[in-house]
T-cell receptor, first 112, second 116 residues
Framework: GENVEQHPSTLSVQEGDSAVIKCTYS??????FPWYKQELGKRPQLIID?????GEKKDQRIAVTLNKTAKHFSLHITETQPEDSAVYFC???????????FGTGTSLTVIP | GAVVSQHPSWVICKSGTSVKIECRSL??????MFWYRQFPKQSLMLMAT?????????EQGVEKDKFLINHASLTLSTLTVTSAHPEDSSFYIC????????????FGSGTQLSVL
């Protein structure tokens, strides 16, 4: 089955700096890669996603890149703000299996 | 966006009792729902995939007789933790997929289960 690895597990950045979180996956059949933000005690919220036919996607301060050959994808947050502090999860999924496999999570802290 | 409702949000029970958790898609039909378990400061661990009208698919290591899943309609899936024990204490969260075709996942608000 799919194995998703995520790094780093914790990340602290100064307000205004950029944050990058990286994930790798093992199943070449995976073709959908969402990123979720989870605040303490709350449900994960989808923040951005990318499909395998696209190499990069951007939504305001958030961007995701995908390298299918290397089987890795990354989340980029620019101009970080304290409210960006949360746990971020990457995930991988494929049409056939219809299952989502999550990375281990990254706890991001933005220092004011 | 789509809304997934999960109840209860918090439950405390005695060891040996059973607890039912409901997951409802409020404004869409979900042929597939997913159940996860999450320990503090850890990732979501997929327990099972719930398919409407058929048996759930359990992940390796998850006891199907322990965690009973029923997906009787296109808007409701239930997870019953049978004969709960303290080690079953955890945060359980469901998600649903509109259209069931690898679309975006929407999560319930989670259920914190504490077994005394």
């Amino acid at each position: 089955g799919e194995n998703v690895e995520q790094h780093p597990s914790t990340l602290s950045v100064q307000e205004g700096d950029s944050a990058v979180i990286k994930c790798t996956y093992s199943d070449s059949a995976s073709n959908y890669f969402p990123w979720y933000k989870q605040e303490l005690g709350k449900r994960p919220q989808l923040i951005i996603d990318i499909r395998s036919n696209v190499g990069e996607k951007k939504d305001q301060r958030i961007a995701v890149t995908l390298n299918k050959t290397a089987k890795h994808f990354s989340l980029h947050i620019t101009e970080t703000q304290p409210e960006d502090s949360a746990v971020y999860f990457c995930a991988a999924s494929n049409n056939g299996g219809n299952q989502f496999y999550f990375g281990t999570g990254t706890s991001l802290t933005v220092i004011p | 966006g789509a809304v997934v409702s999960q109840h209860p949000s918090w439950v405390i029970c005695k060891s040996g009792t059973s607890v039912k958790i409901e997951c409802r898609s409020l404004d869409f039909q979900a042929t597939t729902m997913f159940w996860y378990r999450q320990f503090p400061k850890q990732s979501l661990m997929l327990m099972a995939t719930s398919n409407e009208g058929s048996k759930a698919t359990y992940e390796q290591g998850v006891e199907k007789d322990k965690f009973l899943i029923n997906h009787a309609s296109l808007t409701l899936s239930t997870l019953t933790v049978t004969s709960a024990h303290p080690e079953d204490s955890s945060f359980y969260i469901c998600s649903a997929e509109p259209g069931g075709t690898n679309e975006k996942l929407f999560f319930g608000s989670g259920t914190q289960l504490s077994v005394l």
